[in-house]
């Protein structure tokens, strides 16, 4: 479960797609590594929803989530964007961007796309 707040996106993503602010609405999938808009992935079981009579996704911002992965991660990696539209791959450190962290991974993964537990969050 997770804490989420409903927010207007730009098109209908899937459970687990990361968003950063942008698009021609609120939010839109995230698009590019080491975005610094990145702040969510969409949820699939908000235990606690803000704004939940507004109109829009509701983006978990805090807990544990699935999410769509890119790569190799080990569990207890930190993610960020990448490239793969909607995605979170295992940063590198050497490319660290402040405000690019999504969350760690609380799976191991290794493919070119899939779905893993992550814990959202600044962590």
Do not use: W
């Amino acid at each position: 479960a997770d804490l989420a707040e409903r927010f207007e996106a730009d098109d209908i993503y899937a459970p687990g797609t990361v968003v950063e602010i942008g698009g021609a609405a609120e939010i839109t999938a995230v698009s590019t590594d080491l975005s610094e808009d990145v702040f969510g992935v969409i949820s699939t079981n908000a235990a606690y929803l803000m704004n939940s009579a507004a109109t829009g996704l509701p983006v978990a911002l805090m807990g544990r989530v699935p999410c769509l992965v890119t790569g190799k991660i080990n569990k207890g990696d930190r993610l960020v964007s990448s490239y793969k539209p909607g995605h979170a791959m295992k940063m590198n450190i050497g490319m660290y961007e402040p405000g690019s962290i999504i969350g760690k991974s609380l799976q191991d993964f290794e493919g070119e796309s899939g779905v893993i537990e992550i814990m959202v969050g600044r962590t």
